[in-house]
């Protein structure tokens, strides 16, 4: 069980488009989902969180009119890069939390982007 | 806010030898504590954790980590290492009373496993 999925797995995309990654939870309901970014060799960053029905929650630092995060129903959360350049290429990872009192987050398997 | 150390950016092993990762942790309280394993290229994958009650913990594929309220730490473990354990561990802190906006990682220890 706490299965969560991404979609796509790896995109590439050119400078200027707009790029759309799925997290999906896929055997439990989520009702908060949390966006990292993981530059190479380093840790996980927050960059936002999520709950169902409502705007998203942005870290310090983090554009929210460049990275759009929708989460329009329980298993599926959406997060948009807009208008991608080179330096938006990184490993995004979601998570997603089924609302127990413990702060666990099951994660996905990430989508590699790469802005040419 | 909490903060998670780990000192150890690289760790090298022989397979079949016992391996440490050292995990630090600043909190007011007792937070949740969690060890994460990612291979290349893959997202995280949940090895134990620890919410209350035992301060040691079994996880999956043979580790066990300890928690130890006086030296907040969280030390990961394994009496014998194989080679699929390379990989790069991270050791992550939830506060108890937050729900997800305070759950951070620590900066992540890559294991290498010499044959």
């Known amino acids: 069980g706490a299965v969560v999925s991404q979609h796509p797995s790896r995109v590439i995309c050119k400078s200027g488009t707009s790029v759309k990654i799925e997290c999906r939870s896929l055997d439990f309901q989520a009702t908060t989902m949390f966006w990292y970014r993981q530059f190479p060799k380093k840790s996980l960053m927050l960059m936002a969180t999520s709950n169902e029905g409502s705007k998203a929650t942005y870290e310090q630092g983090v554009e929210k009119d460049k990275f759009l995060i929708n989460h329009a129903s329980l298993t599926l959360s959406t997060l948009t890069v807009t208008s991608a350049h080179p330096e938006d290429s990184s490993f995004y990872i979601c998570s997603a939390r089924a609302g127990t009192a413990y702060n666990e987050q099951f994660f996905g398997p990430g989508t590699r982007l790469t802005v040419l | 806010a909490q903060s998670v150390t780990q000192p150890d950016i690289h760790i090298t092993v022989s397979e079949g030898a016992s391996l440490e990762l050292r995990c630090n942790y600043s909190?007011?309280?007792?937070?949740?504590l969690f060890w994460y394993v990612q291979s290349p290229g893959q997202g995280l994958q949940l090895l134990l954790k620890y919410f209350s009650g035992d301060t040691l913990v079994q996880g999956i594929k043979g580790f066990e980590a300890e928690f130890k309220r006086s030296q907040s730490s969280f030390n990961l473990r394994k009496p014998s290492v194989h080679w699929s354990d390379a990989a790069e561990y991270f050791c992550a802190v939830g506060a108890p009373d937050n729900y997800g906006q305070n759950f951070v990682f620590g900066p992540g220890t890559r294991l290498s496993v010499l044959p």
């Open positions: 909190y007011g309280a007792t937070p949740y």
